[in-house]
């Protein structure tokens, strides 16, 4: 918990302006951005361009450049780091144009506890995103939701903590969320969350 602590105090000072408390937490969270940015491009095709320390370096980059974050603590960071990670990855499949809607995408699951699978083998990121903007279009608190457990692999409590929600209201929301997303990647119709 010492550790935790620690970044927790880095991330702190670094809001109120510190760049040596920035340049002392980035190598202390390094290997958990690369974990995670390894988990985004376990299932990415072989021979993808984008390498996961690129990913790391592109979020690095990201972050540093962002003027006058109020990090609220560590699990508030990584939960930021995820989103920039996915946002990366979707402007890069875009801007590549790799995956065509319908063609050799594989459907999404998001039945299971997708958090250990949230890179499926062909999975249209492309598709998945726009399902998500509409989503937080229509219930941002739901979308949230999603990107920080899916994405970015927080447990019930940290998403309720970042959120500053009860843990049963994530519950609900993920259930919900999901039935809506799968819906919506299915090609259903969608009325709401």
């Known amino acids: 918990m010492e550790r935790e602590d620690h970044i927790t105090q880095l991330l702190h000072s670094w809001s109120q302006g510190d760049q040596a408390a920035m340049e002392e ?20 095709r072989p021979g993808h361009t984008l390498q996961t320390t690129a990913l790391v ?37 875009r801007s590549r144009q790799a995956l065509k809607r319908g063609g050799e995408a594989r459907a999404l699951d998001l039945d ?3 958090l250990a699978a949230v890179n499926q083998p062909g999975m249209d990121l492309v598709a998945l995103d726009d399902a998500l903007n509409a989503l937080t ?33 994530v519950q609900r929301d993920w259930k919900m969320a999901k039935s809506w997303l799968r819906r919506e990647l299915s090609g259903g119709s969608s009325r709401g969350a």
């Open 137 to 169: 279009a229509i219930d941002s608190r739901k979308g949230r939701v999603v990107e920080l457990r899916f994405f970015g692999g927080l447990s019930v409590k940290e998403t309720a903590e970042i959120l500053g929600i009860s843990p049963e209201t």
């Open 25 to 44: 937490l980035m190598p202390l969270v390094f290997d958990e951005l690369h974990r995670v940015a390894r988990r985004y491009m376990s299932d990415e």
């Open 57 to 93: 370096n592109e979020t690095y980059l990201r972050l540093v450049s962002s003027e006058g974050a109020n990090w609220e603590g560590r699990t508030h960071f990584f939960g930021v780091c995820a989103t920039m990670m996915r946002r990366i990855l979707v402007d890069w499949t």
């Open 112 to 114: 299971s506890e997708a």
